[in-house]
């Protein structure tokens, strides 16, 4: 082996000695199976060890054999603790200590699995199951044996599975347990497995052939060892001869099969020696001789595994040490989320202060547009000043297009508005806003189920008014009609302003569906906000308990000033000193004019630059209608006025319910988290709100620990 391979694998296995195994995937060998498949059979022929073979003194644990190169022949034993247990099983672990064993045969092996059993909470091999006492353990038992003979490897043996249990010592929960922390390691993409099986048995039909299919669907780490070649069926050797060189049959691996005989119970008291040399003889006899070299024995397993190992620690050395940086990176930025500790009030306070600090420069950013300052407006829902802008920008288009209860006559469509004409029929919408996000029917809908304390406050909306079916000029007619009093020659004041009333009623449900998105693009801000300065997920949670429901009254007002924009348009006097209303009217008169007039030419003249010539008694006719005059001018006033109104609605509602109430007042929601409003909490509140408790307390505990074990690993890898 080279002096390279050599380091990796021991530098792989001082990581697992450190339980990194449990943060970062590592390579390993790791031998599988049931417990009646010889597993055990074929760890003694591999590691020369006396394994457990009755399916009664099964292991509870996974137990990593580890050997190694040096002058002098050493066996220590040791367990290595998995994190996050209970303190008395690891004092106990702790306290099992590295034993230093002379000798292994099997009855001092069997007394440390029970000593480590013992150690771990669990009950001993064999015997009877203390309801209390958990079943299996993730904890490892580790026997690193040393020696001038050796060279560098290492393999895991992980409790087999079973398909009944054992009265008194196994459940169908341990079953799933087991299978649990089988598919746990198998579903480790840096290591191979070693899938026993007998030969003399359906092999495709095998539980641990379709649970490593499940980890391994291209069989490129899975490598079958077949047993018990002596009980396989008279006839049927040639379909397991086909498996082993990778022909046919079912379960087939990239790896392909080994095979190997093991000691039968009549030749348990042979020793390795006399076990190695039957097997040869066996692989020599008809039809197994068929095997190839390479496939066959316990000395061919052993040579396969070994450049396995080798291969895959090699292939995976660079990507475990680029893996622990990364763990280390996220664990610390983790443990920073955490913040110092908070013991007093004073802790408490000033970790607050801090995290409302940050909190109020991103909602300065975000108003600002200042996104390039800060890597959280790589989400679009930080980008606030965008997504409001944008949100006016599509209520403003709504209410064009959508806001009148009946749309104006055509013949006054090129008014002069200002911006140049405009479109109010809603006949040709370039855009279908009945359906768009700001025209969401609140009424029927819930509101978002993540924030719940708006729902109150969103379900009271008014009723979407439907737009009217009736032409615009019939209905001016019969409100003309029907507002007759004894005035003469002039309109009955109350006409103009409930018309413009009836014709802008819409205005107020889509305002407040307006207003609403808004408040739930700035809620989700808040929330998102907080949770970016506050990686302490249990502090920002109990953080926004409290600041969710003091946003409500801020929310409440930015309504409120839409009623009150929506009452001062309906129910006040007509009023506007905007000449762009005078204009519109001008031309809009202008314009029924002409067309009339066009409509009356009596004759023309055959010069082109003459005017068509009018008879006068045609255009005292044109206008002989008073009533027909009448209805003509009040639908030019009122689309004039309308127009103008619908302007400074618009304006009003996105300036004072949402820029004012909902933006940039230093009352409103953005602003509420603040350093000020830290400093006026009580020291009852700042304690249940960021208090750290026993969670908080051993969930930085544990960081701490994984972190510094993390560090030391980088240490070993980078040595």
């Not at 994190?83 to 292994?104: E, M, N, P, R």
């Not at 001008?586 to 067309?595: F, G, N, P, Y």
């Not at 009018?614 to 209805?631: G, W």
Request: glycine share 6%; charged share 25%.
């Amino acid at each position: 082996m080279l002096a390279e391979d050599r380091s990796r694998l021991q530098k792989i296995d001082a990581l697992y000695a450190l339980r990194l195994d449990q943060y970062v995937s590592l390579p390993q060998l790791v031998v599988v199976g049931d417990q009646s498949s010889g597993k055990s059979s074929v760890l003694e022929g591999i590691t020369e060890l006396p394994f457990p073979r009755d399916s009664g003194l099964c292991t509870r644990f996974p137990t990593q054999i580890v050997f190694k190169r040096s002058k002098t022949a050493t066996i220590e034993v040791s367990i290595m603790a998995a994190h996050g247990q209970a303190k008395s099983t690891v004092d106990a672990i702790a306290k099992f200590g590295k034993k230093q064993v002379t000798s292994l045969d099997e009855k001092s092996f069997l007394d440390l699995l029970a000593l480590a059993s013992k150690c771990m909470g669990l009950p001993l091999a064999g015997t009877k199951r203390d309801l209390e006492m958990e079943s299996f353990s993730d904890n490892i038992l580790k026997l690193e044996i040393s020696g001038p003979d050796y060279e560098n490897f290492s393999v895991v043996d992980l409790p087999g599975l079973f398909r009944k249990p054992t009265p008194g010592q196994t459940t169908k929960e341990d079953m799933t347990l087991v299978r649990s922390m089988v598919a746990k390691y198998l579903s480790n993409p840096r290591i191979i497995i070693l899938a026993v099986v007998p030969a003399n048995v359906d092999i495709a039909t095998q539980e641990i052939i379709q649970m490593a299919g499940d980890a391994d669907p291209n069989g490129q780490r899975t490598l079958g060892v077949l047993t018990k070649p002596d009980l396989v069926d008279r006839g049927a050797e040639e379909k397991i001869l086909e498996l082993v060189t990778n022909q046919t049959g079912g379960g087939r691996f990239e790896l392909g099969y080994t095979i190997v005989c093991n000691r039968s119970q009549s030749e348990l008291g042979m020793t390795h020696n006399e076990r190695n040399l039957r097997e040869a003889a066996f692989f020599k006899t008809q039809p197994w001789s068929a095997v190839p070299e390479k496939r066959a024995g316990i000395k061919a397993l052993k040579a396969r595994l070994n450049k396995l190992l080798v291969d895959v620690t090699r292939q995976n050395f660079q990507a475990v040490a680029v893996d622990v940086r990364d763990k280390i990176q996220g664990l610390e930025g983790e443990l920073d989320g955490l913040g110092p500790t908070r013991e007093t009030s004073s802790d408490q306070r000033n970790h607050l202060i801090r995290i409302a600090s940050e909190f109020q420069g991103i909602a300065a950013k975000a108003i600002d547009a200042y996104y390039g300052r800060d890597q959280c407006f790589e989400d679009d829902d930080f980008r606030l000043a965008t997504n409001v802008m944008e949100m006016n920008k599509e209520f403003s288009e709504t209410i064009r297009l959508e806001g009148f209860t009946r749309s104006f006559h055509r013949d006054s469509d090129k008014a002069v508005t200002g911006n140049g004409p405009e479109l109010e029929t809603g006949a040709s919408s370039p855009r279908n806003f009945e359906s768009s996000p700001t025209s969401s029917d609140f009424s029927d809908s819930e509101p978002p189920q993540e924030y719940p304390e708006l729902k109150s406050l969103l379900l009271q909306s008014p009723i979407k008014p439907e737009k009217a079916q009736t032409d615009i000029m019939q209905w001016i007619t019969n409100k003309y009609d029907r507002s007759k009093g004894f005035e003469i020659g002039t309109l009955n004041p109350s006409l103009l302003p409930s018309l413009f009333s009836e014709q802008s009623r819409r205005w107020e449900y889509y305002a407040n569906s307006h207003v609403k998105e808004v408040i739930q693009k700035i809620h989700q801000f808040n929330y998102k906000a907080l949770c970016y300065c506050c990686k302490d997920r249990m502090l920002s949670e109990r953080l926004w308990a409290r600041l969710a429901q003091l946003l409500l009254p801020s929310y409440g007002e930015a309504l409120k000033q839409v009623s009150f924009l929506v009452n001062a348009e309906q129910n006040g006097n007509l009023i506007t000193m905007n000449h762009y209303f005078a204009d519109n009217l001008r031309k809009a008169r202008e314009d029924r004019i002409r067309r009339r007039l066009v409509s009356l030419q009596s004759w023309t003249t055959s010069d082109p630059q003459k005017e068509p010539l009018l008879r006068l008694k045609d255009t005292i006719a044109a206008f002989a209608s008073n009533e027909d005059h009448t209805v003509q001018d009040l639908h030019d006033t009122l689309e004039a006025y309308y127009k103008v109104a619908r302007k400074r609605f618009v304006d009003a509602v996105c300036l004072q319910a949402v820029d004012h109430f909902l933006v940039s007042s230093r009352t409103g929601p953005l602003w509420l988290f603040s350093p000020q409003f830290v400093g006026n909490l009580s020291t009852t509140e700042l304690t249940q709100i960021a208090g750290e408790g026993d969670d908080a307390a051993e969930r930085r505990s544990r960081l701490v620990e994984e972190i510094a074990n993390l560090k030391a690993g980088e240490k070993i890898l980078d040595s």
